[in-house]
């Protein structure tokens, strides 16, 4: 994949929420959700971006989106700026940018039958003629497999499953070129979650669709992505295609990670890494390497420097000082 | 494609229920609610019918056209009177004119006090609120911090001092009693604006391109109104009784205005020699008031959200 130009490229974006305190809201402290990652993502390619609770995955997708507006950073979608865009400019590059979001149950407005819920986004850029949209809606929903009698209906009148699935008609209806999936099935029952991935997957066949595909399940993200980003405490530690992440973890966080999958096999033995304590707290990160203090093979290099996120071999990308070491 | 499709979509839409049919539905299931909507329904019919059900005209002193008395208690054929008295169920005011036409013409005039007032005070609370709570910032504490210098006044006495300012009379009294009651309107709109704000639906429509009007209009404000809803309810209840208030102290509608609180006033002296000329507007008062707000509590159970899956 290199060589190509990417369709969203992600450049050094951090992200600090103030903490304010006091009377007079005196800004104390900042939360570092995002600190300083970068990363691309190729043209019809899925992008799955891991990592646990509170570790500023959610916080990048809506940065990319720019639901929020980051402390510094850039990101780059079809080479236009997408923070320096304003008015009608923004709203054209959201054409070609939607969500879908975690929670079934608040990501739709109750007062809104679901078909005008579809057309939200064509009415909004004015596609077409009322009874244009009114067929691309009805098309949508055929495609996420709801019927057209389904347009009248209220989102309550739904279940959860239904109306993750509406939710995707709702950003599909633009028929952008990348969609953000912010945990799209950690909501769902595990039966309607593999339904749920397979239609996004087969959506993005038919519609030529680029995902970043946000999880903290790795099985999930196993099944749907073409390459994966590791997070951690608001950075990226680990970058690399599914297989090479999967069978090849560099850094010592993915491995964990890794070992905690669950394998349907109660015979079967294997090594666990249990990590101690919890995560740090993003107010006051820890020095140098962010994962230093739980990390099992940590030295003191780590906690005094940084790691930058190098490439030891072609396409996958670590930010520890001693992966080659930890690679056996 | 539609062709095929739209024969089908009307039928089966038919059973597509909306929340507002089953914040009625569950209205409807509460005793009390439907108490205060059918005294509520009495009163909105006498209020439009008041000339044809009323025996005489409100203004018309009686004097040298029947043989009556000042404060003259009731007379009713059925209970008693001799038929040759004129029938005045409600009795005879201090200035001769019939009682019960006067109370039928004063529910006319509550009710436009009620609905006016609270609207006014709605739609500018609505605004004021909406902005504060979607702007944030610098804009939300100037209107706030000015919502709460009103609210730091007893309400009354602040209508006091508003219709003292602008003159005595019924207009003035409602500006008064509306500027009043804007503060609570604002503090609510604000409350639910903020928790509207951060849903995932309005994130969706930012995504979706809509301006930030357009969030505000169309997704944010039709989520943040229920709340409202009750306490207009509870509010044209408030109003009434405060604009009944300043009448009674003179303050608002002038005689030989038929309202119901300067017709209190008027008579208060008389209590122990004409009890009629002041229970009967008070009772007017109280079941009018009584209504909203119950009306207002069934509002209330009926669009918790907390209730939304018992008793559908």
């Known amino acids: 994949m290199n060589g190509v130009a990417p369709l969203l490229q992600v450049h050094n974006l951090k992200k600090y929420f103030p903490v304010q305190s006091g009377i007079i809201r005196r800004t104390v402290a900042y939360v570092q959700a995002v600190d300083e990652i970068s990363f691309e993502v190729y043209q019809g390619e899925t992008l799955g971006l891991v990592g646990e609770s509170g570790c500023g995955k959610t916080t990048t997708g809506r940065l990319v989106l720019r639901l929020l507006e980051p402390t510094a950073g850039t990101v780059f979608f079809e080479g236009q700026n997408v923070f320096a865009l304003k008015g009608e400019a923004l709203k054209s590059i959201r054409r070609n940018m939607q969500m879908i979001f975690q929670d079934p149950y608040s990501s739709l407005d109750p007062r809104l039958p679901i078909g005008e819920a579809v057309m939200e986004g064509l009415n909004i850029h004015r596609i077409g003629t009322p009874q244009e949209r009114f067929e691309i809606m009805l098309d949508t929903l055929a495609k996420v497999g709801l019927e057209p009698y389904h347009a009248r209906r209220y989102p309550h009148e739904f279940s959860g499953g239904q109306r993750q699935r509406i939710g995707i008609a709702r950003a599909l209806a633009l028929r952008p070129k990348f969609i953000v999936c912010d945990e799209p099935v950690s909501a769902l029952d595990v039966s309607i979650q593999s339904q749920v991935l397979n239609l996004l997957k087969d959506l993005q066949q038919e519609f030529g669709l680029t995902y970043l595909f946000i999880a903290h399940n790795l099985s999930v993200v196993e099944h749907i992505s073409d390459r994966v980003a590791v997070m951690y405490l608001g950075k990226i530690v680990e970058v690399a295609s599914r297989e090479e992440l999967f069978h090849h973890p560099l850094h010592p966080y993915t491995k964990a990670l890794l070992s905690a999958i669950p394998i349907p096999n109660p015979r079967l033995k294997r090594e666990r890494i249990l990590l101690k304590g919890d995560v740090p707290s993003p107010i006051r990160p820890p020095s140098g390497c962010r994962f230093h203090p739980r990390c099992p093979w940590a030295r003191a290099r780590c906690s005094e420097e940084e790691p930058l996120l190098r490439e030891p071999a072609t396409g996958h990308r670590v930010a520890c000082h001693f992966a080659e070491e930890l690679a056996h | ?312």
């Open chain 2, 1 to 312: 494609m539609p062709t095929e499709v739209k024969p089908q979509t009307e039928e089966l839409s038919l059973r597509s229920v909306s929340l507002w049919q089953i914040t009625w539905r569950r209205l409807f299931k509460r005793k009390s609610a439907l108490v205060g909507f059918a005294m509520l329904g009495v009163l909105v019919f006498v209020a439009i019918f008041a000339p044809w059900i009323a025996p005489y005209d409100p203004y018309q002193v009686l004097i040298g056209v029947e043989d009556v008395q000042r404060r003259e208690p009731p007379c009713i054929h059925v209970l008693g009177c001799p038929t040759d008295r004129p029938q005045h169920i409600m009795g005879i005011d201090g200035n001769v004119r019939d009682q019960f036409s006067r109370i039928l013409y004063g529910a006319r005039l509550s009710l436009i006090i009620g609905f006016s007032t609270v609207t006014f005070a709605i739609i500018l609370g609505t605004i004021l609120g909406a902005i504060a709570g979607f702007f944030g910032g610098w804009v939300d504490n100037i209107i706030m911090r000015l919502m709460d210098v009103l609210l730091a006044f007893p309400a009354l006495l602040l209508a006091i001092t508003i219709v003292t300012v602008l003159g005595p009379g019924l207009i003035n009294a409602l500006i008064a009693i509306a500027i009043v009651s804007i503060p609570a309107y604002a503090r609510i709109v604000r409350a639910s604006v903020l928790s509207v704000r951060e849903q995932d639906f309005v994130a969706a429509s930012r995504v979706l391109g809509g301006n930030p009007f357009y969030l505000l209009f169309r997704r944010i404000l039709p989520n943040a109104l229920t709340p409202l809803i009750v306490q207009g309810t509870l509010g044209i209840a408030t109003a009434i009784l405060d604009a009944a208030a300043l009448s009674f102290l003179g303050l608002g509608a002038q005689p030989p205005t038929p309202e119901w609180g300067s017709m209190l006033g008027a008579e208060r002296n008389q209590v122990f020699t004409a009890p009629h000329l002041v229970f009967y507007p008070g009772l007017a008062i109280m079941l009018t008031v009584l209504a909203f707000n119950l009306i207002g509590d069934g509002l209330r159970d009926a669009l918790d959200p907390r209730l939304a899956h018992v008793s559908k």
